[in-house]
């Protein structure tokens, strides 16, 4: 077969696929509930575990906003669905899943920490959603706003403890996000604020920047493991980076690092963290473009391969899947086709065909910095 007959009929793989998950996606709908809210997974039961109606509906509503799903939705429907979001958003503005208690969670020893990594991931993927339904609608940030005192921000920074870079890319680039909207909303003086926040975070990158590497975090040179880490947790930093336009320092080094990694299913964030990097790193930058076009070629032959009969995507094959954080709550054998993961992996999906057929589909990526942002003017 000719190279370009095997682009297409790889072109024509991607839009059945696209196909198949839209079919799923409309089997994960939640009996009785708006349109929209979804189970996680077809082994999610509700009616035991409500709370988890908000997370396999954020990333649900995330996925069809990437991949064509809403285009039908009427004014009406969404208005519903934000309105159901928002009943899950606490005075301040921090979305919560119901039932996560403290003697059930854990991402850090300190309980404070361990909260506000997990309301930070919440709250990002939740307005993201909200956003994908109706952009113009204002979300409430009061919880973030102690962070525009660069004393607080600069305290805050201190603790980070890069030993874990993986957690602490979320914790970071979660908060960027959130400064990034509270300068959208025109007030003078509340973006000189966040320019003055944003100056703080870039100051604290700086200084504790790998050259070698591009990354950030603690023993990446002497560990293979830390190092892969340490990238999964860098590429997270890096969007700051993007949508500030401002080049990245060391830039080259991710993308050769990233162009090690075999172009195989790993896990659901693995792979969509490398293929961010590399796609990004080929809009910016003249650097090794055919090797990215190539390793993205054969991912996207790879992750194709994967999607389970029903249409979604599983995030590994083997083990226990449960919701970031939530160490004794929900959990569900992997190799399910759940939100999270089916999401994750039309990410990558999305950001290689939109590098090797540059405008073939309209793909919605997010505008808020994160898993799923890619930069408008990026392609």
């Known amino acids: ?9 790889l072109a024509q793989r991607v839009e059945a696929a696209r196909v198949r998950t839209l079919d799923w996606l409309a089997t994960m709908q939640a009996v009785g509930e708006p349109r929209g809210v979804m189970r996680i997974s077809a082994q999610h039961d509700p009616g035991k575990w409500p709370g988890m109606l908000l997370p396999g509906s954020y990333n649900g509503i995330n996925l069809l906003s990437l991949i064509g799903g809403l285009d039908d939705w009427s004014a009406d429907e969404r208005a519903t669905l934000v309105a159901w979001f928002e009943r899950w958003r606490l005075s301040d503005g921090r979305f919560r899943i119901a039932g996560m208690t403290d003697d059930a969670v854990f991402k850090k020893p300190d309980r404070t920490e361990t909260w506000r990594y997990i309301d930070f991931h919440v709250t990002n993927y939740s307005l993201g959603a909200i956003e994908a339904l109706d952009p113009a609608r ?21 603790l980070r403890d890069l030993r874990d870079p993986w957690q602490e890319g979320n914790n970071i680039v979660n908060l960027g996000s959130f400064l990034l909207l509270m ?9 000189a604020q966040v320019d003055a926040a944003l100056e ?18 603690v023993g990446q040179l002497s560990d293979p493991l830390k190092l892969l880490h340490a990238f999964a947790g860098s590429m997270h930093n890096f969007h700051l980076w993007y949508e500030t336009g401002r080049p990245l320092p060391f830039h080259e080094r991710a993308l050769d690092y990233c162009l090690t990694l075999p172009p195989a299913i790993d896990s659901a964030c693995i792979d969509v963290d490398a293929v961010d990097v590399l796609v990004n790193g080929h809009a910016m930058l003249g650097y090794r473009r055919a090797a990215i076009e190539q390793w993205c070629l054969e991912l996207l032959e790879a992750l194709l391969s994967f999607q389970n009969p029903d249409g979604g995507f599983a995030d590994t094959r083997d083990g226990v899947r449960r919701q970031d954080g939530w160490v004794r709550g929900y959990e569900e054998p992997q190799g399910l086709s759940n939100t999270f993961a089916t999401w994750f992996r039309w990410i990558a999906v999305a950001m290689i065909a939109d590098l090797l057929w540059p405008g073939r589909w309209p793909w919605a990526f997010r505008r808020m910095v994160g898993i799923g942002y890619r930069k408008e003017t990026q392609g």
Request: glycine content about 8%; hydrophobic content about 50%; cysteine-free.
């Open 200 to 217: 703080t975070l870039f100051a604290w990158h700086d200084r504790l920047q790998e050259p070698s590497t591009g990354f950030w975090g």
């Open 138 to 158: 204002k979300p409430l940030l009061a919880f973030a706003e102690p962070f525009l005192d660069v004393k607080e921000l600069g305290a805050w920074l201190s």
């Open 183 to 191: 300068a959208r909303d025109g007030n003078a003086a509340v973006k």
């Open 1 to 9: 077969m000719a190279v370009d007959d095997a682009r297409e009929a």
